[in-house]
């Protein structure tokens, strides 16, 4: 209702306030909204990855609408190094974040979050579930990065059980934790909108992360009896020890731990195979449920008359590993824990519906991307990836860029927060180019932050030829480092994978600044 006052011009106030809106509009199309959507643990086992008898009909919408990248890879599969990495566009060498545990502003790289650049923007930024690592390696959440409260489903511990590793319980869809982000984030678009803000709206779902806690219809996708283990269940031959990870996450829930003998640690020593059954059956159940969580996210905008206006992207923190190569969770160096869907959708790209991309993209190319893409650009060069928009530009051409990825490895872990526990440590570097994955695993100095190349202690060549990114089992199955025809290929790329990596290493410092 408007209530007239004294001097108070309704015909003129019109004019200005339609005028505003016009505006508004004009900055809209010149700086759109973002909507950010993560998925923890998510492969890209998906219907529009090529995996037919996926049942995921919101994500393959959107990649529908927008562009899929086909080999999209993280710096580091685990999640807070990751999406630290993804979260300041600077790699894990230097952000210093290589765990759960550390903060990458207490860690000298204090700088300016892809949220916190679109808050200084003028945008709202508004967070809700898994966005960064919450507790102590994101100082909750990392609070310069919003400009509302963050929000976490007040259900999480409810459905945060370590006495089951998977669960269906029989309660309401909007009682499970990532409904209720689903509902929050939607509830931001709709209040962004109505105040005519600007919004960068996160919205991070916890599943298909362990424990597999979800409805029980979403089973029904997957018959048990359509469900088999791994086709390669055992590691690749000639994989140093190093490489090796042996699924402590997994083994810390108790009907694990229960199996016993029937489940021994050790390289190569898998679950039995009714287990594996079992947890990729509820892998594939908890990541239909997130599906339906998406698209209630992407209805949202097209109901609000957002859809247009709004780049969208879609992205999983890291793979995950269901029983190939003998393997379960992520913490390696290999394709299935490195590699994550990724999908963007941007109104200027409209015409580009569908198209799906084939050249290596990481997951640190996001922030600049996205500073492109909604006319801040240029990005700012200490981010240390690329913008996609040349590949959008131009979907067919190779910009033949490399993908590296690293993880570390620790005799006796320390205590949390400590740099250095005494033990020797080890990181593991690794290069993906089209056609081959090459691992180099070297000491690692924790207080020092440096690699001593001369120090291996292992390494590793996959050939990756023909891989069209539709086959878990057929890839990384031989290491062929030793082979007397790739020695050549060998040399060239480790002294790349040297190069890239002492460059990163050697300019830390001056792009940890803003």
């Known amino acids: 209702d408007v209530f007239p006052v004294c001097g108070y011009d309704m015909e003129a106030n019109t004019r200005i306030l339609l005028l505003a809106l016009f505006c508004f509009s004009c900055l809209g199309q010149e700086h759109p909204h973002v909507l950010f959507i993560a998925v923890d643990d998510l492969r890209p086992q998906l219907k529009t990855y090529g995996f037919e008898w996926m049942h995921t009909p919101n994500i393959d919408a959107l990649a529908k609408s927008g562009v899929q990248f086909r080999f999209a890879f993280v710096q ?81 511990g409810k459905y945060s059980t370590r006495k089951h590793s998977w669960l269906t319980p029989n309660h309401p869809e909007m009682d499970f934790p990532d409904a209720q982000v689903a509902t929050h984030a939607i509830e931001e678009i709709k209040k962004a909108k109505q105040e005519g803000r600007q919004f960068f709206i996160a919205a991070g779902f916890h599943k298909p992360h362990l424990p597999f806690v979800f409805p029980k219809p979403y089973l029904d996708f997957y018959p048990n009896n359509t469900i088999h283990i791994a086709d390669d269940p055992y590691p690749p031959q000639g994989m140093p020890k190093i490489a090796w990870s042996d699924f402590g996450e997994l083994r810390n829930y108790d009907d694990i731990k229960a199996l016993g003998n029937k489940c ?42 957002l859809d247009n206006n709004t780049i969208v992207v879609f992205w999983g923190d890291h793979g995950w590993q ?74 067919g051409h190779d910009w033949g860029r490399v993908a590296l990825s690293q993880y570390p490895r ?105």
């Not at 759960?100 to 679109?118: A, D, E, I, K, S």
């Not at 690794?430 to 691992?439: K, N, P």
């Not at 050939?463 to 057929?474: E, I, L, P, V, Y």
Request: proline residues 7%; neutral net charge.
């Open 76 to 156: 580091q599969a685990v999640c807070s190094p990751s999406r630290t990495s993804l979260l300041t566009g600077r790699r894990p060498d230097t952000t210093h974040v290589y765990n759960l545990w550390h903060y990458f502003r207490h860690m000298g790289c204090n700088v300016t979050t892809l949220p916190q650049f679109f808050k200084d923007k003028g945008y709202q930024t508004s967070g809700q579930g898994k966005i960064f690592h919450p507790g102590h390696a994101s100082d909750h959440d990392d609070p310069p990065s919003w400009t509302t409260p963050y929000y976490h489903s007040p259900n999480l």
């Open 264 to 305: 021994p640690k050790g390289i190569g020593k898998d679950v039995p195979d009714w287990k594996a059954r079992d947890l990729r059956r509820a892998y594939y159940g908890a990541t239909s449920f997130t599906d339906v969580q998406v698209g209630r996210l992407m209805k949202t905008l097209k109901d609000e008359g």
């Open 410 to 514: 620790h005799d006796s872990p320390g205590p949390p927060g400590t740099r250095d526990d005494g033990n020797p440590h080890a990181m593991g570097y690794s290069i993906r180019t089209h056609d081959w994955r090459y691992t180099e695993w070297v000491y690692y100095n924790n207080n020092t932050w440096t690699m001593d190349w001369t120090k291996v202690f292992g390494r590793e060549l996959y050939d990756h030829r023909g891989d069209d990114g539709t086959s878990f089992h057929k890839w990384e199955n031989k290491n062929v480092v030793d082979h007397k025809d790739h020695q050549h290929l060998v040399h060239q790329l480790s002294e790349k994978l040297h190069m890239l990596f002492d460059q990163y290493k050697r300019n830390a410092t001056t792009q940890c600044k803003n």
């Open 322 to 395: 269901l029983g190939e190569h003998g393997e379960w969770c992520k913490h390696t160096n290999f394709e299935l824990a490195a590699r994550a869907p990724l999908i963007l959708r941007a109104p200027k790209y409209s015409h580009l519906a569908g198209t799906v991309i084939d050249s290596l993209v990481e997951h640190v190319d996001i922030y600049p991307t996205l500073v492109d893409l909604t006319g801040f650009g240029p990005p700012n060069p200490n981010l240390q990836g690329f913008s996609m928009v040349p590949l959008l530009e131009n979907p």
